[in-house]
């Protein structure tokens, strides 16, 4: 990476060389190659240029403790010379490149060339009159009434309508586009950071952060820019968004002080002075290496390099999703970053260098590309189980209509030629090919609108509707959506694994008894009745023995709470001292965190936190705190009442827990031990030795904090399990505590049969022998399991996974999980949805989450249910309507142009039909409000199929109706209304009254129809809150004004004949004859219709290997997918699908030789037994973040017959044409255990 700066990318920055005299000390340039040093080396290099730390501040005009002054011009001065804290997203698609890209659907394209066709033929005349008798019947009528002057107006109208569909398509893309950038704005200015400026610590959004702030890292942060560490306790940093290593990389300010943007804080805490922000930061030059700014691609291809400062101008005025986004491809391009300008190339030449590249981006560094608010399918999820239904659905209907109009087009050809060449024995005359030609380009015509109106292009329209109009009313009901699918993913929610701190309880810890001095008081106690010795070790022990950042400020309202800033448990402490008449400011004031001599902070291994002071006697003080069995187990001694210390003998510890720690644990208090050590100063004890230093502490006291349970939490849970959602309570909090706090939510019912149990016995009940996890064994446990008390952050993600795995019962689990701390990122990732609080959460938790909870509260998780499931509801109605209009359309185009060698709704007729069903129906249907009612029905489940029995009912239903009046209409239409018949009318003739009402009676049924259509599961009113959906209501009268001009005034454009009022009433009439068949339906059980139950299985999934529904969408764009941030291209028409779908099929079997079966069972096994997991059990990062390989297993293998490949970055780098797609990550990476390919062999 080193050899980075000396490519000649940046040329704007070049300018900047002699920015010295801009009164800074250092240019961009050589902070940049200071920022791409590592370790041993940049303390060198940073000692020789800048003279340490202390020196770069200098240079950079900050002070390392007070930070900048804050005066605006300085910050407008640095800002032009460093660059702003923003990586330019990329443009978004104008209008004009939205309908273009519309433009590419091949049924369209075909319909464009038939018309044209058809427009040049028009304007052709046969020379010669005679010519009209040799040409047959074909040709006769042709000059009737001088309608042939009219025979452009068909290809017009055609060339009309598809105008109009492009546009609507486009009109949705960029409305869907406007929304997801306002969406990535609303996350970007979430995202805050604490700076020092002018002394005081405040909260800055990250793309306000400049060069030379001094900014206060602590555990859970994301970095937002590069800097230097000037002081750290304790900090460990997980770098593989950029390294690919996995494990976490200690840094401190004389061995390792390099900090980089886009890595994340797992423990500890420290001040850093920014030295890169935006595009110079690490993450930024990777970035732009991929072409942040959207002129890049082209620059570099041709200029090999060159690129100009595109990039930095580029529109800023969509700020980036993230403001320091971070890699976009996993870090891989990171690697290869020197090469970066092949990296394009490479692709499209050769495989192989393309497959070496990408094992990078499997196991590690996956975690972080979610940072762009976008919909990153490659790391997250595969595709969402509604998606893979419907792509399975719509290209099972493209097929069958491709055929339906092959099979139309050659029984009308051939009857023509038949007809005419064979039983008239009429020799084809040079002068009539005009006239046979425009035959058979009106056959075309009539074979296209069948497929046009088969395919479903309404479908992922429909999806992406009713999914953009939920996730911008979730906003409202506080929930912010990261991943799209996520929120119809959450309606199919079997589990809710919560969290307990902060999500079921307020988040406001306060002290409400405490046992000190050998008294159990069950309220805060009078100062005066404590001795003074403990008190005052008590004092300085909170003080100190806490981050600094923590503090309780004064109420923002007169007479409301104090406000608590910082980790609450500690709040709670800072609040005892307040509650005792004491102070915490002095003490920190006297002796500041810079005096601080040692911090171990607080990580889910240590369960507690201690610092060490020195005296001014040279000795040292140590004071700890922590969960109260832990801290406990560590004391040899204890304060007495009168406050000297005594031996505290393991039999005090067990009567203590008896009488004290019990007893606060059941009220549903969390114990807090607090204790210190005194150690000499000769000789220094060793740091480093842990185990050796938190031994032997004295304990203080011990205090009961209360955190009480948020009132509208056990509302919630019953709604919870009345819809068939089990409510799982994984906490870090002790037994006892747990099940008081779940038994006052009603997570738990006294009486029932449930298990509550803490992490060792969970763990000792799930592992063999060996210390493997076994399904088999989880199988046992989970079913019952209703609070996991004492759990490490492995446990939680054990669980997780163990119930996703498993296949107990007839459906397979889905589990939501919520999580706030850095530690519960492998649980939130390996969730089918992750919630993160967006209050009390860290950066980590919020980056490997689907829905952010903007009020940290868990009855907006019931809220996300029930949108959930009316997506799903939505998606239902518009397919039961949609089918029945294709099966009813296709029949009649394809019967009627067989039988009357004419199709009875023209191409434009079919093209309205067309509009009105997919578009606008989409629209109406997809927005229906979600009702409380959906909360009283189970699940759906991951395979129950997308088409229910009763759906298939009502389409059958429905279909046979509209089929019977059609055709009575056809064949007898002209005797019942006494008007002339159209059918075998010649070319070019005059539209017929009898062929206008068919038209408008079909319009009229599924106008009627769509009313019925709101009601899925066997409703009788389908009016039933009707009027509360006003789009559906202005999309139904609107469609009909439009249906009553087309009649009157369409004419030849749309082959209709103005129609009498008596004719009018009869086609409504007709059409309302619909709401009354569907009552009869209503009333048909479905029991009685066996055969219809496998019907609705045609989309079942799991009789198709999920290779087919998870690919394709994949692969379609990923490199723009993964640029433009936030786009998501819906599969575009069925060419693609299908194209892929065979290429996929073609890869498949060269995938599976190289490959073992990934077997979620075993997968278990291996993954568990890593190593590393064995020794620490809490490693919260290693496999699990994102095991990409287990995962995969887990979602492709689980019901499909056949092994399918963990190959889930199908990355297709479509530059504009070509579709290429990357197996790469076939046996390169197959193993979940296999070793990360290492920087090299990537290179």
Same mark, same amino acid.
């Given at each position: 990476? &080193? *050899?980075? =700066?000396?490519?000649?990318?940046? /040329?704007?920055?070049?300018?900047? +060389?002699?920015?010295? $005299? @801009?009164?800074? !000390?250092?240019?961009?340039?050589?902070?940049?190659?200071?920022?791409?040093?590592?370790?041993?080396?940049?303390?060198?290099?940073?000692?020789?240029?800048?003279?340490?730390?202390?020196?770069?501040?200098?240079?950079?005009?900050?002070?390392?403790?007070?930070?900048?002054?804050?005066?605006?011009?300085?910050?407008?001065?640095?800002?032009?010379?460093?660059?702003?804290?923003?990586?330019?997203?990329?443009?978004?698609?104008?209008?004009?490149?939205?309908?273009?890209?519309?433009?590419?659907?091949?049924?369209?394209?075909?319909?464009?060339?038939?018309?044209?066709?058809?427009?040049?033929?028009?304007?052709?005349?046969?020379? &010669? *009159?005679? =010519?009209?008798?040799?040409?047959? /019947?074909?040709?006769?009528?042709? +000059?009737?009434?001088? $309608? @042939?002057?009219? !025979?452009?107006?068909?290809?017009?109208?055609?060339?009309?309508?598809?105008?109009?569909?492009?546009?609507?398509?486009?009109?949705?893309?960029?409305?869907?586009?406007?929304?997801?950038?306002?969406?990535?704005?609303?996350?970007?200015?979430?995202?805050?950071?604490?700076?020092?400026?002018?002394?005081?610590?405040?909260?800055?959004?990250?793309?306000?952060?400049?060069?030379?702030?001094?900014?206060?890292?602590?555990?859970?942060?994301?970095?937002?820019?590069?800097?230097?560490?000037?002081?750290?306790?304790?900090?460990?940093?997980?770098?593989?968004?950029?390294?690919?290593?996995?494990?976490?990389?200690?840094?401190?300010?004389?061995?390792?002080?390099?900090?980089?943007?886009?890595?994340?804080?797992?423990?500890?805490?420290?001040?850093?002075?920014?030295?890169?922000?935006?595009?110079?930061?690490?993450?930024?030059?990777?970035?732009?290496?991929?072409?942040?700014?959207?002129?890049?691609?082209?620059?570099?291809?041709?200029?090999?390099?060159?690129?100009?400062?595109?990039?930095?101008?580029?529109?800023?005025?969509?700020?980036?999703?993230?403001?320091?986004?971070?890699?976009?491809?996993?870090?891989?391009?990171?690697?290869?970053?020197?090469?970066?300008?092949?990296?394009?190339?490479?692709?499209?030449?050769?495989?192989?260098?393309?497959?070496?590249?990408?094992?990078?981006?499997?196991?590690?560094?996956?975690?972080?590309?979610?940072?762009?608010?976008?919909?990153?399918?490659?790391?997250?999820?595969?595709?969402?189980?509604?998606?893979?239904?419907?792509?399975?659905?719509?290209?099972?209907?493209?097929?069958?209509?491709?055929?339906?109009?092959?099979?139309?087009?050659?029984?009308?050809?051939?009857?023509?030629?038949?007809?005419?060449?064979?039983?008239?024995?009429?020799?084809?005359?040079?002068?009539?090919?005009?006239?046979?030609?425009?035959?058979?380009?009106?056959?075309?015509?009539?074979g296209v609108t069948v497929l046009v109106v088969a395919v479903p292009e309404g479908l992922p329209l429909a999806v992406t509707i009713s999914l953009a109009y939920s996730v911008k009313k979730m906003m409202k009901d506080n929930n912010l959506v990261r991943h799209l699918d996520a929120c119809e993913t959450m309606g199919n929610a079997t589990t809710i694994c919560s969290d307990k701190t902060g999500t079921l309880t307020t988040n406001r810890m306060t002290v409400v008894q405490c046992y000190i001095g050998d008294v159990h008081y069950k309220e805060v106690p009078d100062p005066a009745a404590l001795p003074t010795k403990s008190m005052d070790i008590l004092i300085n022990s909170i003080s100190l023995n806490s981050a600094y950042t923590t503090k309780i400020l004064p109420p923002d309202k007169e007479g409301g709470?104090?406000?608590?800033?910082?980790?609450?448990?500690?709040?709670?402490?800072?609040?005892?001292?307040?509650?005792?008449?004491?102070?915490?400011?002095?003490?920190?004031?006297?002796?500041?965190?810079?005096?601080?001599?040692?911090?171990?902070?607080?990580?889910?291994?240590?369960?507690?936190?201690?610092?060490?002071?020195?005296?001014?006697?040279?000795?040292?003080?140590?004071?700890?705190?922590?969960?109260?069995?832990?801290?406990?187990?560590?004391?040899?001694?204890?304060?007495?009442?009168?406050?000297?210390?005594?031996?505290?003998?393991?039999?005090?510890?067990?009567?203590?827990?008896?009488?004290?720690?019990?007893?606060?644990?059941?009220?549903?208090?969390?114990?807090?031990?607090?204790?210190?050590?005194?150690?000499?100063?000769?000789?220094?004890?060793?740091?480093?030795?842990?185990?050796?230093?938190?031994?032997?502490?004295?304990?203080?006291?011990?205090?009961?904090?209360?955190?009480?349970?948020?009132?509208?939490?056990?509302?919630?849970?019953?709604?919870?399990?009345?819809?068939?959602?089990?409510?799982?309570?994984?906490?870090?909090?002790?037994?006892?505590?747990?099940?008081?706090?779940?038994?006052?939510?009603?997570?738990?019912?006294?009486?029932?049969?449930?298990?509550c149990i803490d992490g060792k016995e969970f763990n000792r009940r799930i592992r063999n022998e060996k210390g493997e996890v076994e399904q088999e064994r989880i199988d046992k446990v989970w079913p019952k399991l209703r609070v996991l008390a004492r759990s490490s952050p492995t446990d939680k993600h054990t669980l997780v996974k163990g119930i996703i795995d498993s296949t107990l019962g007839e459906q397979r689990q889905v589990v939501a999980v919520t999580g706030d701390g850095t530690n519960d990122g492998p649980a939130l990732k390996k969730a089918d949805v992750g919630f993160a609080m967006g209050i009390a959460g860290t950066d980590v938790a919020k980056e490997a989450s689907d829905i952010i909870l903007t009020d940290d509260n868990f009855s907006s998780i019931v809220k996300a249910v029930m949108w959930g499931r009316n997506v799903y509801d939505s998606i239902s109605k518009f397919l039961q309507f949609q089918l029945t209009v294709n099966v009813v359309a296709v029949i009649v185009a394809f019967t009627g142009a067989c039988i009357t060698q004419d199709s009875p709704l023209k191409a434009v007729q079919m093209l309205w039909v067309n509009l009105i069903m997919d578009t606008f129906a989409s629209l109406a249907l997809a927005t229906e409000p979600p009702t409380e009612s959906l909360l009283k029905r189970k699940p759906y489940g991951r395979n129950k199929p997308l088409i229910s029995s009763t759906m298939t009912k009502n389409i059958l239903g429905h279909g046979v109706f509209q089929l019977i009046i059609i055709f009575t209409l056809l064949f007898a239409g002209e005797k019942i209304f006494d008007i002339d018949s159209g059918r075998n009318a010649p070319l070019h003739s005059p539209p017929s009254e009898h062929y206008t009402i068919i038209f408008n009676t079909f319009v009229m049924m599924q106008l009627f129809n769509e009313i019925n259509a709101r009601k899925i599961h066997g409703e009788r009113n389908v009016f039933d809150g009707i009027f509360r959906n006003p789009i559906f209501c202005t999309i139904v009268f609107g469609t009909f004004a439009a249906q009553i001009v087309i009649v009157q005034f369409g004419g030849k454009p749309f082959s209709c004949q103005p129609l009498n009022l008596e004719k009018w009433m009869w086609c409504i009439f007709l059409g309302l004859g619909e709401l009354v068949w569907g009552q009869v339906i209503a009333s048909v059980p479905n029991s009685k219709l066996r055969f219809l139950r496998r019907a609705g299985q045609l989309t079942r999934k799991d009789d198709l290997p999920e290779e087919d529904t998870n690919e394709d969408n994949d692969e379609i764009d990923h490199a723009e997918r993964e640029l433009r941030r936030g786009q998501i291209l819906w599969f575009r028409g069925l060419n693609r699908i299908q194209t892929q779908i065979r290429v996929v099929n073609a890869f498949r079997s060269s995938l599976y030789e190289g490959l073992e079966k990934p077997d979620s069972r075993s997968s278990i096994h291996n993954f568990m037994t890593h190593p590393e997991f064995r020794i620490e059990d809490s490693t919260p990062n290693l496999p699990l973040i994102d095991d990409t390989d287990d995962d995969s297993a887990r979602r492709r293998g689980k019901y499909s017959s056949q092994p399918s490949s963990?190959?889930?970055?199908?990355?297709?780098?479509?530059?504009?044409?070509n579709l290429t797609i990357d197996t790469s990550r076939s046996a390169a990476s197959s193993g979940p255990a296999s070793p990360l390919h290492s920087l090299e062999t990537s290179l």
């Amino acid at each position: 990476m &080193g *050899d980075m =700066s000396n490519s000649d990318f940046y /040329a704007k920055n070049q300018i900047n +060389e002699g920015n010295h $005299e @801009a009164g800074f !000390g250092c240019s961009v340039m050589e902070l940049r190659s200071l920022m791409e040093m590592r370790g041993p080396e940049a303390v060198v290099k940073l000692q020789d240029d800048y003279t340490g730390t202390e020196g770069l501040c200098k240079r950079l005009k900050t002070s390392p403790t007070e930070g900048l002054a804050g005066d605006q011009t300085d910050l407008d001065k640095r800002k032009e010379i460093y660059g702003k804290n923003v990586i330019p997203p990329k443009k978004p698609k104008t209008f004009l490149q939205l309908v273009w890209e519309a433009l590419q659907d091949v049924t369209l394209i075909i319909l464009e060339i038939a018309a044209l066709i058809s427009l040049g033929l028009s304007f052709y005349h046969p020379p &010669g *009159d005679s =010519s009209g008798e040799f040409c047959g /019947a074909g040709a006769a009528g042709v +000059e009737d009434e001088g $309608e @042939a002057d009219a !025979g452009w107006i068909e290809g017009a109208a055609i060339l009309l309508s598809v105008v109009c569909v492009v546009l609507v398509t486009a009109f949705n893309d960029w409305s869907k586009e406007k929304q997801f950038r306002g969406l990535q704005n609303r996350i970007e200015q979430e995202q805050k950071f604490q700076v020092v400026r002018g002394s005081q610590v405040i909260q800055l959004p990250v793309s306000d952060i400049v060069v030379g702030d001094i900014a206060q890292i602590k555990y859970g942060d994301l970095l937002p820019a590069d800097g230097v560490l000037i002081q750290g306790n304790d900090l460990k940093i997980d770098e593989s968004s950029l390294t690919g290593e996995s494990d976490h990389v200690k840094k401190n300010a004389d061995k390792d002080p390099m900090l980089l943007s886009g890595t994340h804080v797992m423990e500890g805490s420290g001040r850093m002075v920014v030295t890169a922000v935006g595009v110079n930061s690490q993450t930024g030059i990777i970035m732009t290496l991929l072409g942040a700014g959207p002129e890049e691609e082209e620059k570099k291809q041709k200029k090999g390099g060159a690129v100009e400062d595109g990039h930095q101008n580029t529109d800023c005025s969509h700020p980036p999703i993230h403001p320091i986004a971070t890699i976009a491809t996993d870090g891989a391009a990171g690697i290869n970053a020197p090469g970066s300008a092949s990296l394009i190339n490479v692709k499209k030449q050769d495989g192989a260098a393309a497959m070496e590249m990408q094992p990078l981006k499997s196991a590690e560094g996956g975690e972080s590309e979610e940072k762009e608010k976008k919909k990153h399918t490659g790391s997250k999820k595969e595709k969402s189980v509604l998606q893979g239904k419907l792509t399975k659905l719509a290209v099972q209907i493209g097929k069958a209509g491709l055929l339906m109009s092959a099979v139309t087009v050659i029984i009308l050809v051939l009857y023509f030629a038949i007809d005419n060449f064979v039983l008239q024995k009429l020799p084809w005359l040079p002068e009539c090919t005009p006239i046979y030609v425009q035959f058979f380009v009106k056959f075309f015509i009539i074979g296209v609108t069948v497929l046009v109106v088969a395919v479903p292009e309404g479908l992922p329209l429909a999806v992406t509707i009713s999914l953009a109009y939920s996730v911008k009313k979730m906003m409202k009901d506080n929930n912010l959506v990261r991943h799209l699918d996520a929120c119809e993913t959450m309606g199919n929610a079997t589990t809710i694994c919560s969290d307990k701190t902060g999500t079921l309880t307020t988040n406001r810890m306060t002290v409400v008894q405490c046992y000190i001095g050998d008294v159990h008081y069950k309220e805060v106690p009078d100062p005066a009745a404590l001795p003074t010795k403990s008190m005052d070790i008590l004092i300085n022990s909170i003080s100190l023995n806490s981050a600094y950042t923590t503090k309780i400020l004064p109420p923002d309202k007169e007479g409301g709470l104090p406000k608590q800033v910082g980790n609450k448990t500690e709040c709670g402490l800072l609040g005892f001292l307040l509650d005792l008449k004491r102070d915490y400011q002095p003490i920190r004031n006297q002796i500041p965190e810079e005096k601080l001599y040692k911090v171990y902070t607080f990580n889910s291994v240590r369960k507690s936190m201690s610092t060490v002071i020195k005296l001014p006697d040279g000795s040292f003080r140590m004071y700890s705190k922590g969960a109260s069995e832990i801290v406990l187990k560590k004391c040899s001694y204890i304060l007495s009442e009168v406050g000297e210390v005594r031996v505290f003998r393991p039999r005090d510890k067990d009567e203590m827990v008896k009488k004290v720690i019990e007893p606060m644990a059941c009220d549903g208090l969390r114990t807090i031990c607090v204790a210190y050590r005194d150690f000499s100063s000769d000789p220094e004890p060793d740091w480093e030795d842990e185990n050796s230093i938190l031994n032997d502490l004295t304990a203080i006291c011990v205090v009961g904090i209360e955190d009480p349970v948020r009132p509208e939490v056990p509302d919630a849970i019953l709604k919870c399990q009345q819809a068939g959602i089990t409510v799982r309570m994984v906490t870090g909090d002790n037994i006892n505590t747990a099940r008081a706090i779940a038994i006052k939510c009603g997570i738990i019912h006294p009486g029932e049969d449930f298990i509550c149990i803490d992490g060792k016995e969970f763990n000792r009940r799930i592992r063999n022998e060996k210390g493997e996890v076994e399904q088999e064994r989880i199988d046992k446990v989970w079913p019952k399991l209703r609070v996991l008390a004492r759990s490490s952050p492995t446990d939680k993600h054990t669980l997780v996974k163990g119930i996703i795995d498993s296949t107990l019962g007839e459906q397979r689990q889905v589990v939501a999980v919520t999580g706030d701390g850095t530690n519960d990122g492998p649980a939130l990732k390996k969730a089918d949805v992750g919630f993160a609080m967006g209050i009390a959460g860290t950066d980590v938790a919020k980056e490997a989450s689907d829905i952010i909870l903007t009020d940290d509260n868990f009855s907006s998780i019931v809220k996300a249910v029930m949108w959930g499931r009316n997506v799903y509801d939505s998606i239902s109605k518009f397919l039961q309507f949609q089918l029945t209009v294709n099966v009813v359309a296709v029949i009649v185009a394809f019967t009627g142009a067989c039988i009357t060698q004419d199709s009875p709704l023209k191409a434009v007729q079919m093209l309205w039909v067309n509009l009105i069903m997919d578009t606008f129906a989409s629209l109406a249907l997809a927005t229906e409000p979600p009702t409380e009612s959906l909360l009283k029905r189970k699940p759906y489940g991951r395979n129950k199929p997308l088409i229910s029995s009763t759906m298939t009912k009502n389409i059958l239903g429905h279909g046979v109706f509209q089929l019977i009046i059609i055709f009575t209409l056809l064949f007898a239409g002209e005797k019942i209304f006494d008007i002339d018949s159209g059918r075998n009318a010649p070319l070019h003739s005059p539209p017929s009254e009898h062929y206008t009402i068919i038209f408008n009676t079909f319009v009229m049924m599924q106008l009627f129809n769509e009313i019925n259509a709101r009601k899925i599961h066997g409703e009788r009113n389908v009016f039933d809150g009707i009027f509360r959906n006003p789009i559906f209501c202005t999309i139904v009268f609107g469609t009909f004004a439009a249906q009553i001009v087309i009649v009157q005034f369409g004419g030849k454009p749309f082959s209709c004949q103005p129609l009498n009022l008596e004719k009018w009433m009869w086609c409504i009439f007709l059409g309302l004859g619909e709401l009354v068949w569907g009552q009869v339906i209503a009333s048909v059980p479905n029991s009685k219709l066996r055969f219809l139950r496998r019907a609705g299985q045609l989309t079942r999934k799991d009789d198709l290997p999920e290779e087919d529904t998870n690919e394709d969408n994949d692969e379609i764009d990923h490199a723009e997918r993964e640029l433009r941030r936030g786009q998501i291209l819906w599969f575009r028409g069925l060419n693609r699908i299908q194209t892929q779908i065979r290429v996929v099929n073609a890869f498949r079997s060269s995938l599976y030789e190289g490959l073992e079966k990934p077997d979620s069972r075993s997968s278990i096994h291996n993954f568990m037994t890593h190593p590393e997991f064995r020794i620490e059990d809490s490693t919260p990062n290693l496999p699990l973040i994102d095991d990409t390989d287990d995962d995969s297993a887990r979602r492709r293998g689980k019901y499909s017959s056949q092994p399918s490949s963990p190959n889930k970055n199908n990355n297709a780098i479509d530059s504009g044409i070509n579709l290429t797609i990357d197996t790469s990550r076939s046996a390169a990476s197959s193993g979940p255990a296999s070793p990360l390919h290492s920087l090299e062999t990537s290179l």
